[in-house]
């Protein structure tokens, strides 16, 4: 047993040079054996339905009225239970998996859509996640075009977010999003400001929402919970920049009153977040849409 630990903990700096010793850690062979599970697994979960979508509301500031959700993915596993994206999504970016799951996620809100059009139900623009996984445009729009043209849902209550990856992938993403204007979509760069992504983008890449990341909200509450100063400021610029640039703003995270009542006060389009909602399963997001006013374009 002592043997196999030791050549457990001596495999984890296999590819790593600069380390020369290893500590045999029990907690990385559970995730490793998790992660062999899941990637064991992964093909029959998709097969059960094992992966669901769940229904995050976006509200518009202006009239505080349901203007669109996104979808989010989920996996209900017999084995591990129930499973949010940071549980799987990185090992399925890392072996691939995540364009296929992309793809049966998309099929899943048209399910829903076209479900409420055939039955004249009011419907609003769903958001779809697209991985960073997707580097060939032609190839992504060809897949994706063959799914949604199996329903008559209007591209217009279609959003797709996209995430930058690095500065030299830019060509693409400014691909990607002019093939989907051209079938009418629309396009948000989520996760605007995190880590990966770069003021630059703003003038390459022409999308249609700017979606920023909930890190900005994370840090903004002093003690007592009111916005810091320095952090409205920054924020009141970003979102003057944005519609300066005839960007939709959309924040993220927002989980306070205060985070609210600030960004209605700069004028921030809309947000989404645990303030108004968490993500919902469909039977509850569509009893959230008949308690609250929507905003049918
Ligand atoms: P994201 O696209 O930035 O999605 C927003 C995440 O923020 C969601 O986490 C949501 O539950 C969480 N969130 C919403 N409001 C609040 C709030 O007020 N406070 C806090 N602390 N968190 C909030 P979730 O559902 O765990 O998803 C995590 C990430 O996984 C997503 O981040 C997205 O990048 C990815 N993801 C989810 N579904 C899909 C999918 O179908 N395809 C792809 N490619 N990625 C997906
Ligand atoms: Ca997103
Ligand atoms: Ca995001």
């Not at 296929?100 to 039955?119: C, G, M, S, T």
């Not at 509450?221 to 920054?234: C, R, V």
Request: hydrophobic residues 40%; aromatic residues 12%.
């Amino acid at each position: 047993s002592l043997i196999g630990q030791a050549s457990f903990a001596k495999s984890i700096i296999k590819d790593n040079i600069l380390t020369q010793y290893s500590i045999y850690n029990s907690k990385l062979l559970d995730k490793i054996n998790e992660e062999r599970y899941i990637e064991q697994h992964m093909n029959t979960a998709l097969e059960n339905n094992e992966f669901f979508v769940m229904y995050q509301p976006k509200i518009e500031l202006l009239t505080d009225k349901i203007v669109g959700a996104e979808a989010l993915v989920r996996w209900k596993n017999p084995k591990l239970g129930f499973l949010t994206p940071d549980k799987f999504i990185p090992l399925f970016e890392r072996n691939g998996f995540i364009k296929k799951l992309d793809y049966y996620v998309y099929e899943q809100v048209f399910i829903f859509l076209q479900k409420r059009i055939d039955n004249d139900l009011p419907v609003i623009p769903i958001s779809i996640n697209m991985s960073r996984n997707h580097s060939k445009p032609d190839k992504f729009l060809r897949d994706f075009m063959q799914i949604f043209n199996k329903y008559t849902i209007p591209p217009h209550l279609i959003e797709i977010e996209i995430i930058e990856r690095s500065v030299m992938d830019n060509n693409t993403l400014r691909e990607i999003t002019e093939l989907l204007h051209k079938e009418g979509f629309s396009v948000a760069m989520d996760d605007f400001g995190s880590g990966e992504s770069s003021l630059n983008m703003l003038t390459k890449i022409p999308v249609d929402v700017l979606k920023f990341d909930r890190t900005f909200l994370q840090s903004s509450l002093d003690e007592n919970g009111n916005m810091d100063k320095e952090s409205a400021d920054f924020i009141e610029t970003l979102v003057d920049l944005s519609k300066h640039l005839k960007k939709q703003t959309v924040f993220e995270g927002v989980e306070t009153k205060e985070q609210r009542d600030f960004l209605k006060s700069i004028e921030c389009d809309q947000v989404q977040g645990y303030f108004y909602s968490k993500p919902l399963s469909e039977p509850d997001f569509v009893a959230f849409m008949s308690s609250r006013d929507i905003f049918v374009k």
